[in-house]
């Protein structure tokens, strides 16, 4: 009976019905594998998709005390509920505070634009050709992407 059993394993395993312990363990692994890759493909998806909001969002935004105050007097008046004395007194200091910070961006923005293109200069000359063409490609992006327009008031495009 011992023998009957050992063969009909053996014909099962021969016809495929029974998987070899290493075929498992390979199938396991495999399957872990694509549940990270799949798991890695989300975060990147959710990454791209946050990062692509945040650009947009920071992009579309006009700095002008005229509309980041009414922004943030919305955000005041349906947060607190207030009075139309507290409204009034309470825009007055908001404007004033923005058109205090334009004031403060235009006075400081040529000292940054040229600081960085100081910055962009130094390390152009310490390249070869075909590094500092990518370099000035590169650098144009960052400029454009991560300094604030000139005048200060412009919208990124």
């Not at 946050?50 to 509309?67: C, D, G, M």
């Not at 310490?126 to 000035?136: G, P």
């Amino acid at each position: 009976m011992n023998e009957l059993n050992h063969t009909d394993v053996t014909d099962k395993a021969l016809a495929g019905q029974i998987e070899p312990v290493g075929k498992r363990k390979s199938r396991w692994l495999m399957k872990l594998f694509l549940s990270l890759v799949i798991l890695l493909c989300g975060i990147v998806i959710g990454v791209v998709v946050t990062l692509s909001f945040i650009r947009h969002t920071f992009n579309s935004f006009q700095f002008q005390p005229e509309v980041a105050t009414q922004r943030v007097m919305t955000r005041f008046n349906s947060k607190y509920d207030l009075t139309q004395q507290q409204q009034n007194n309470l825009e007055k200091i908001v404007r004033d505070h923005f058109e205090t910070l334009e004031k403060i961006g235009q006075e400081v923005h040529p000292r940054i634009r040229s600081q960085m293109d100081e910055f962009g200069d130094k390390i152009a000359e310490e390249l070869n050709e075909e590094q500092r063409a990518d370099w000035k490609k590169r650098f144009k992006h960052l400029r454009e992407n991560f300094l604030p327009r000139e005048p200060f008031r412009q919208p990124r495009e």
